[in-house]
């Protein structure tokens, strides 16, 4: 009989071991992982012997799986597949400069499809080619931040809604830290350059309450935010609402709820997607780094589309 042996990560998030991918796994083992991941957000498994097959039936485990909207992402063979790759062709368009380094893929903290107020439920990685050097991904626990709020603050969240507007020009976000930072020569201007929509802007809850698990999660994460709608309604004035959402992202991006994974060959690394963030540390142009990702699909909408305010 298997039994899975949590251990925590550094913060948050736990690497789960005991078992392995290619026996057959019971539905208990299945239920136990399930839970974990509930209970955790962040799961992190180690030396395990997967190909893409197993990787797609593993993810099963914890919902529906999504294709990616774009084609050129998906793998022929396995279109479950979506591969992030450093190193090759694409690089041009992924290349910008911080504080004059030229970094490949860097991403700031963010939620899956967060800008369209359907966020995917998930996603696991797994390291194919792992990069010599940097190459980490980072993940944010937004519940453990949430419950770390006073309750002044909590108080104030319960009634607002924030405002995510989808820009492919990081410059134009408002709460990233644009200090030193230089686009590259080929970064994409507006989404059609990529083949992607013009999304409309997507407004949540400040606080929205995990569908499954029923814990608060913190809905203030750095990419795309944009404005607390009509804030004057609730009393603060629009430069108080400035602040409280910088305030908001200085606090959520603070160590004690963040993990950054150094990969290694055989690893996964599962999150949950409505509870957490994540972001990449990028690579310096050249390395190779390649990443394979099945996506859980969201079936509920946890924001709302804007089409008036």
């Known amino acids: 009989m298997m039994t899975l042996t949590v251990t925590p990560l550094d913060n948050v998030g ?61 793998n022929d063979e396995y279109p479950e597949l979506f591969e992030l790759k450093n190193g090759g062709d694409m690089d041009k ?24 107020a359907r966020p995917n439920h998930g996603a696991l990685l797994r390291a194919v080619v792992v990069a010599e050097e940097d190459g980490l991904t980072g993940f944010g626990d937004l519940a453990k931040a949430y419950d770390a709020l006073d309750d002044e603050t909590k108080a104030i969240l319960e009634k607002l809604e924030v405002v995510y507007s989808f820009s492919m020009q990081r410059r134009h976000m408002r709460y990233v830290n644009v200090d030193g930072y230089e686009p590259g020569p080929n970064s994409p201007m507006k989404p059609t350059d990529i083949g992607f929509p013009d999304f409309p802007d997507a407004a949540y809850p400040a606080v929205v309450t995990h569908p499954i698990s029923g814990r608060k999660v913190l809905e203030v994460v750095e990419q795309f935010l944009d404005r607390v709608v009509t804030p004057q309604q609730f009393g603060l004035s629009n430069d108080e609402s400035i602040e409280l ?61 804007l089409t008036t305010e």
């Open 14 to 74: 736990v690497e789960v071991s005991g078992f392995d991918i290619n026996a057959p796994l019971t539905d208990e083992i299945k239920a136990a992982l399930k839970a974990l991941w509930y209970e955790h957000a962040i799961l992190v498994f180690r030396d395990q012997d997967v190909d893409p097959e197993k990787q797609i039936a593993f993810s099963r485990i914890f919902g529906d799986l999504e294709l990616h909207p774009l084609k050129v992402t998906q």
């Open 245 to 305: 959402l910088e305030r908001l992202i200085k606090h959520t991006t603070q160590p004690e709820f963040t993990y950054f994974h150094q990969w290694r060959k055989g690893d996964l690394v599962l999150w949950d997607n409505w509870r957490a963030m994540h972001c990449t540390t990028g690579t310096k142009v050249g390395v190779k780094r390649v990443i394979n990702r099945t996506t859980i699909k969201g079936d509920v909408t946890l924001g709302r589309v």
């Open 93 to 116: 368009f992924q290349t910008a400069f911080y504080k004059g380094q030229e970094i490949v893929g860097r991403l700031d903290w963010h939620m899956d499809l967060h800008y369209t």
